[in-house]
Structures are given as structure tokens and as C-alpha cells.
């Protein structure tokens, strides 16, 4: 079996609904769709914001089986509440617990799925004002309702509580 990269787009919507009937359920995976979204142009230049980072990347436990790079999906890994850290220090976060296509994608460099060292250069360089205090994991839990409900509002009460004026959300 050839597993070198290719330059042809991955099919990805239709893998996920194959993954999904090959699990068993019932019905194709239905991807959410919000035709009202709260999103509101920014009342300043990004360069005076204060920028807020969201991530779906898990908090390493190495007592969690293999979560390096290259490692096999990881159920284990999975978190279910909305975690926060320190945007000052480099966390050591990993993607074991995401379905990703591990044939064209690796997961050995932190700064590709989590752009903190990229969101501080800029926060020096003036691109962006500041960076909040915290930076906010989300759950990837598979369940839209849980996410809208429980997820999502706690991730905006915390960015709220650090100031942040933006957001940015980098899924896995």
C-alpha cells in the first residue's frame, strides 16, 4: 500500500460520513450548520485588541497510552471540560485523541495545530494588541448539543473573564 503524500484534496466530508455508517450508526453524521451566527466585526484594529486563543488540542497525560507524534488514534485521550492555562508558558499539548489523516499530516511540531509562539511574536511585533491571560481547550466530544450548551458558553464566559476581544479558534 503507497501511504506517500499526495497533491490530490482529501475527501474529508465524505471519509467522515463513511467512518460514521462504518461505526455502526444509522444515518451519515450530520455536520453542524448555524445560519445565525453572533460573529461581530472588531471595533479597532487587531493590532489594539486583545486576542484570545481557543484549541482542540488535549493536555498531555502520559499515563494515557501513546500520545507522541505518529501515535494511532487515542479514545483515551479524549477531555470533556473545557480546560484553561497560561498563554505565557509553551504547554505540552497533543492530537492522539482527534481523527486526522496521519498520511499526509504529522503531529511533531506543536507550533502547526497550536499558533501561541506565532500569536506572541505578533502580540511583539504589534500585529495584534495583546493575547489574553489564558488560553481555552475545547472538548471534542462528537455531541453538537453538548458543545452549544455547555462547551461554547463556558470557553465565552472565560474569554470574557480575560478580556479578550477576539478570538481565535484553532480545531484539530
Known amino acids: 500500500m ?51 486563543l481557543v484549541t482542540t488540542a488535549s493536555i498531555y497525560r502520559p499515563d494515557l497510552a501513546d500520545q507522541g507524534p505518529g501515535a494511532p488514534y487515542n479514545a483515551e485521550a479524549k477531555f470533556y471540560r473545557v480546560y484553561s ?14 481523527g486526522y489523516d496521519r498520511v499526509h499530516t504529522h503531529a511533531d511540531d506543536l507550533d502547526a495545530y497550536f499558533p501561541l509562539a506565532h500569536l506572541q511574536q505578533f502580540q511583539r511585533e504589534g500585529r495584534i494588541g495583546s493575547l489574553t491571560p489564558r488560553f481555552h481547550g475545547a472538548p471534542t466530544n462528537r455531541s453538537q448539543r453538548t458543545t452549544v450548551e455547555q462547551d461554547a458558553p463556558e470557553i465565552l464566559a472565560r474569554l470574557r473573564e480575560d478580556g479578550a476581544e477576539a478570538a481565535v479558534l484553532v480545531p484539530i
Open 2 to 52: 503507497d501511504t506517500s503524500p499526495s497533491r490530490e484534496p482529501i475527501p474529508y466530508v465524505e471519509r467522515s460520513r463513511s467512518y460514521y455508517l462504518a461505526q455502526g450508526y444509522d444515518n451519515p453524521y450530520n455536520w453542524a450548520q448555524h445560519d445565525e451566527v453572533p460573529f461581530t466585526r472588531l471595533s479597532k484594529p487587531l493590532s489594539q485588541a486583545r486576542l484570545g
Open 85 to 98: 492555562l497560561p498563554s505565557s508558558e509553551r504547554p505540552d499539548l497533543r492530537i492522539s485523541h482527534v
